[in-house]
């Protein structure tokens, strides 16, 4: 059911900014929804209303890329995978940013969408690079914990654990899980508190 | 790495299996659902031809979406009763509790499972939520998930997951009278930054939350995650034992024994070790309020808007951020700030004790002119509680709106939002850009107590001055 992430190349859009949480990644009022289906079109919406064209989002010459460059703390807030579907759905493939958020990391590797780490000054450089010339390609690449635009070549970081998930095209943990029934209901029965009367 | 604490004995008694992956399997003991997370997880089970394994261990309620006002069916928003009624057939199809408004027990997700009993120490609890580290009060360990590993656990009650850190957060010491559990956690983010808790689980320890009521702990664990921890926890002992006894869900006769034993047996050891420790002190505490963007951007009552050119250099640019959204200079006192709505309720200060603080300082008062106030119990039954104890007439005469249980303002999914660049006086846990529904309202969070004096002056108050 789900396949293996190892390289992904495409145009890169910066979006600098630190602590960017997830109801400004899409407001609250776009989860009124029961699929999320759509979503892609709002990512950002009101940041992008305020900058008026001037969001990158926005902005012609990203339109189309796959690799977003972040700065810290990025998905910040609230659980919604509506965050990450919304971003997705615009058509990013792989985020690269200083840090981020645990839940919106979590919800990226049930995606598919590896989030990779970089230091602040590789990742501001990566982001400088990308505006100077947006039509440059990033690669990055699981396999080397690299990520290439010209001749910048970063190193990326992340857990061994989801780097695997990726690698092994394991992400979607569902079958492996679920494959584990007997061994589940035997760590169930073994805990008190499924045994105690209400 | 951590060693001896509740976090690492829960972590390991749940433990399924370790994963290809290098990651652990762990098993979910209460998985509660809601409206706004779950319809896509069922879709995914539904197009996968999955079973949902446990359906016993999924309790189901509706909050976000809720209005507070008028709650007749079908709801005015279309979208809303959309969510409504998905929420339903997936609860009906699945054979899953739920807590329907009108049952009773409606209410918001992490305010229904501790009244109930259902929230217990030891276990591991999920919730598409991010505020599910409230649970984490009764030594839980318990955090927010996405929709797809919602339907993870549907599909299995397990999660893939990479074992956390744990930082013991020690404040010990008395709080100051008007100083209230949400103002220990806001000054502890305010100290850690909003994303010093990322990787790690908070412990809190110390003589001041061994001396807090189970309802405020749950204050301060509902708002690890806006420090950047997926989960927070207290060490469970005689106030989680008596709170718990006699609840719905509670262990009865023999077995409560056995319980008290077990819960004893999960807290942390007196020689833990721990990835971090830090220490505070009650006593420096003040009445704290938020001024900016992010709830990391906090001071006390009598400080000033801080200026960005002294803070660490990575603050400065999302505080230049938080002055021109906010509108508020830097060195401007934050008493003061006229205010246009205040709002009591959400998971983090919507229940009884809450409403019962608020209601102490509103008694003999009233709204100021032109401030819109209103007041949310977190559940139907805090709102039956609190009506029973005459708090709702105690607010009408003040002034205040006394609204049905849900989440309200605190996201504005609901009729309840800001309008405009209005900014509000909340009690609840995010002042995000954004987030009470308008895409320029703005937002101050602090205790309910503190909304209550805001919302009867018409500005930013110590609430000391009104004790």
């Given at each position: 059911m789900t396949s293996t992430v190892t390289t992904l190349t495409g145009r890169g859009i910066p979006l600098t900014g630190n602590d960017i949480d997830t109801d400004r990644i899409i407001?609250?009022?776009?989860?009124?929804?029961?699929?999320?289906?759509?979503l892609g079109a709002h990512a950002f919406e009101d940041d992008r209303i305020q900058r008026q064209g001037e969001h990158p989002f926005d902005q012609p010459q990203y339109q189309g890329a796959e690799v977003l460059v972040v700065n810290r703390n990025f998905g910040c807030g609230s659980s919604r995978e509506h965050a990450p579907q919304a971003i997705a759905k615009w058509g990013i493939k792989a985020l690269i940013g200083e840090s981020f958020a645990e839940i919106f990391f979590g919800n990226c590797v049930a995606m598919g969408i590896p989030c990779l780490t970089a230091s602040e000054a590789d990742v501001k450089a990566l982001q400088g690079a990308i505006a100077t010339n947006p039509q440059r390609t990033v690669t990055v690449d699981l396999t080397t914990m690299t990520a290439t635009c010209d001749d910048l070549s970063i190193p990326l970081h992340m857990g061994d654990g989801p780097r695997q998930m990726f690698l092994s095209g394991s992400w979607d943990a569902t079958g492996q899980l679920v494959a584990q029934a007997d061994q589940i209901r035997t760590t169930a029965a073994n805990l008190p508190y499924t045994r105690w009367s209400a | 790495m951590s060693h001896g604490t509740l976090f690492d004995k829960v972590w390991a008694l749940h433990t399924v299996g370790t994963l290809p992956s290098g990651q652990t399997q762990l098993f979910i003991g209460l998985h509660l659902i809601h409206e706004v997370t779950s319809p896509q997880a069922f879709a995914m089970l539904r197009e996968r031809q999955?079973?949902?394994?446990?359906?016993?261990?999924t309790v189901a309620t509706v909050d976000h979406i809720v209005p507070t006002d008028s709650q007749a069916r079908p709801f005015g928003d279309s979208l809303a009763e959309a969510m409504m009624q998905e929420l339903e057939t997936n609860c009906a199809d699945y054979g899953i509790r739920f807590y329907n408004i009108g049952s009773g027990s409606q209410g918001i997700v992490h305010v229904i499972a501790p009244e109930q009993g259902l929230t217990q120490p030891g276990m591991t609890i999920a919730c598409g939520d991010s505020h599910t580290s409230t649970h984490g009060a009764f030594g839980a360990i318990a955090f927010g998930i996405g929709t797809s590993q919602v339907r993870d656990v549907l599909a299995s009650q397990t999660l893939a997951l990479a074992k956390l850190k744990v930082r013991k957060v020690e404040v010990n010491g008395t709080l100051k009278p008007g100083v209230y559990a949400k103002d220990v956690i806001l000054h502890i983010i305010r100290k850690l930054g909003v994303k010093g808790g990322v990787g790690y689980a908070y412990e809190f320890a110390g003589t001041t939350f061994e001396r807090m009521s189970m309802e405020e702990r749950m204050t301060v664990c509902n708002m690890s995650i806006e420090g950047g921890a997926r989960c927070g926890y207290v060490n469970p002992d005689a106030v989680t034992f008596e709170y718990l006894r006699g609840r719905d869900a509670a262990p009865k006769a023999a077995d409560w024994e056995k319980a008290v034993g077990w819960w004893t047996c999960l807290r942390s050891d007196p020689d833990a070790e721990y990835d971090d420790v830090v220490v505070f002190q009650a006593e420096d505490i003040e009445p704290t309020v938020t001024w900016g963007i992010t709830p990391g951007q906090g001071i006390g009552i009598s400080e000033t808007v801080p200026v960005a050119a002294e803070m660490p250099p990575e603050e400065q640019v999302i505080a230049e951020e938080a002055y021109q959204y906010m509108d508020l200079a830097a060195g401007t006192p934050i008493k003061g700030t006229p205010v246009d709505v205040c709002f009591v309720g959400s998971c983090t200060n919507g229940r009884i004790s809450d409403l019962r603080e608020a209601a102490t300082v509103a008694k003999g008062r009233h709204v100021a002119a032109g401030i819109t106030a209103f007041v949310v119990p977190g559940s139907e039954r805090v709102k039956q509680q609190a009506e029973a104890e005459g708090l709702d007439k105690i607010f009408e005469a003040a002034g205040f709106e006394w609204r049905n249980a849900g989440c309200s303002m605190c996201l504005a999914m609901n009729p309840d939002k800001l309008v405009g660049r209005q900014i509000s006086a909340s009690s609840s846990n995010r002042n995000f850009?954004?987030?009470?529904?308008?895409?320029s309202g703005r937002t101050l969070l602090m205790s309910p107590a503190m909304v209550v004096a805001a919302a009867v002056t018409g500005q930013v108050t110590d609430v000391r001055e009104l004790l």
């Open positions: 407001p609250a009022r776009f989860l009124k929804c029961v699929t999320f289906d759509g | 999955l079973s949902v394994m446990f359906p016993e261990r850009k954004g987030r009470q529904g308008s895409s």
